[in-house]
């Protein structure tokens, strides 16, 4: 029995890490991984909440106010007053000492009161409003910077998976090479300096790839680390470059309906009301107040014969500011300057964000074009490396000639493999941007 359950512990873990593994098999996965699991991310929506809390606190100074104020007094002395004594029966001239009140008072009263016209308190809310908008839009705006950062590892992942598998491609060309010079070499029709230069090229390759592996590890790591995957032996990308299909984006964006142009133009707004929160602070106030207390007074805490009473009183304030120094005055004209700053900013922003839409559609479409022409230049110098493999073992063509053939293949893969990694990332990033908030 202990064999048993050892055994199904075993297997229960086994399936249990099994079921962890973490299978990606494109960027629209990753980006989905991304947006629920990257802590960027998430502290950026937690942000966005805090905005909507201080929305509320805008415009939570204009609700009413409800309190209560519990008072309770004992007079260790009660005041004295002289009465004249004819009035309870006494000698005419003479006075009569008589305390009035009881030791112990305590009272009860609730107050109330609700803002009925304060301008200073609806541009705060105003203010609020915008500025929780301005944050959303920001906090977006970041979102789509971290998706992108996202997408760009993932796809340096792919390049450098195309990069090891060209590498071990000219490895094993290297490899013919070496043997093909070596055999000439032993037929005494090529040098020792020929032989030793095929060689070089071989192990250079091997160090190449040695390389490639290494960088390719370090990308994977960093791409989990920014999936908020700890185990990066859990995390498998199934998924291939060339397998992307490149298209110009159908519905261009604007520059004006993107999170940071936005953000800006709530800016602006929030900062205009701000500097009119301060302009209102010097107009009239008007409140509606009402109180009601109940009272008891007796000479004891807790006396039955203690003597109650309750009244009420309801009202309006009206609050007129005639002169509180130059402060309101001073505090609207600084953010009448910041409104003006806000609104440089805000196009400044705009005029950079067309400009950074221009990039992307102009290196997108020169990329999905230059893949075409990369793809069939590195299909001819495939062909090549095979023809100058023949004819060097005819002894057509020197050594530096397949050479020659030998780097502007490699030079043609690169380049295919880098325009189609350029051309995946720019098309992810006007798939980011299309995304509303």
């Keep these: 029995m202990p064999r048993l359950f050892a055994f199904l512990f075993l297997l229960a873990s086994f399936s249990k890490g099994m079921s962890q593994k973490l299978v990606f098999h494109s960027v629209e996965q990753v980006l989905a991984r991304a947006e629920s699991d990257n802590p960027a991310i ?10 909507m809390r201080d929305k509320a606190l805008g415009w939570a100074a204009y609700y009413p106010s409800l309190g209560l104020n519990l008072n309770s007094d004992y007079n260790l002395n009660l005041p004295v007053q002289l009465i004249p004594a004819e009035i309870f029966g006494g000698p005419a001239g003479t006075f009569k000492q008589v305390r ?71 490895d094993s060309t290297a490899e013919q090479l070496y043997k093909a010079t070596l055999a000439r070499f032993n037929q005494q029709l090529v040098s020792r300096l020929d032989l030793n230069r095929a060689e070089n090229l071989m192990n250079a390759n091997k160090q190449q790839s040695l390389n ?11 791409l989990a680390a920014l999936l908020n995957i700890s185990e990066l032996s859990n995390m498998k990308i199934d998924d291939h470059l060339v397998s992307y299909q490149l298209s110009t984006p159908e519905n261009q964006l604007k520059a004006a309906e993107r999170p940071a142009s936005r953000a800006a133009t709530e800016a602006e707004i929030a900062q205009r009301w701000r500097a009119k929160q301060h302009l209102y602070t010097g107009l009239p106030r008007l409140s509606l ?18 003597t109650h009473f309750d009244y009420g009183t309801v009202g309006l304030q009206l609050n007129v500011p005639l002169f509180k120094g130059r402060t309101n005055t001073l505090l609207f004209k600084k953010n009448q300057l ?43 110098a495939l062909q090549n490396i095979q023809l100058g493999l023949d004819l060097y073992n005819q002894g057509v063509i020197s050594l530096d000639q397949l050479f020659n053939i030998y780097n502007e293949y490699a030079q043609a893969k690169s380049s295919f493999i880098q325009t189609c990694t350029d051309a995946a990332i720019f098309q992810t990033y006007f798939m980011i941007e299309a995304k509303r908030p």
């Design 42 to 51: 998430q502290m950026a929506r937690l942000q966005q909440k805090v905005a």
């Design 100 to 170: 009035f009140g009881q030791n112990w008072n305590q009272s009860a009263a609730f107050d109330f009161s609700l803002p009925i016209f304060h301008p200073e308190k609806y541009a705060a809310g105003r203010s609020a409003s915008y500025a929780a908008e301005q944050v959303k839009f920001e906090q977006q705006a970041g979102v789509n910077l971290t998706l992108q950062k996202v997408a760009a590892q993932y796809f340096q992942v792919l390049q450098l998976e195309e990069n090891l598998a060209l590498n071990s491609m000219l």
């Design 338 to 380: 910041l409104s003006e700053q806000a609104l440089y900013k805000k196009q400044q922003t705009l005029t950079e964000s067309a400009a950074e839409l221009t990039e992307w559609t102009t290196r997108l479409d020169e990329k999905v074009q230059a893949r075409t022409l990369a793809a069939h230049k590195e299909t001819l």
């Design 212 to 222: 490639t592996t290494a960088s390719l590890q370090i990308a994977r790591a960093k």
């Design 289 to 306: 107040n009402s109180r009601y207390t109940f009272s008891s007074q007796s000479n004891k805490l807790s006396d039955p014969s203690a």
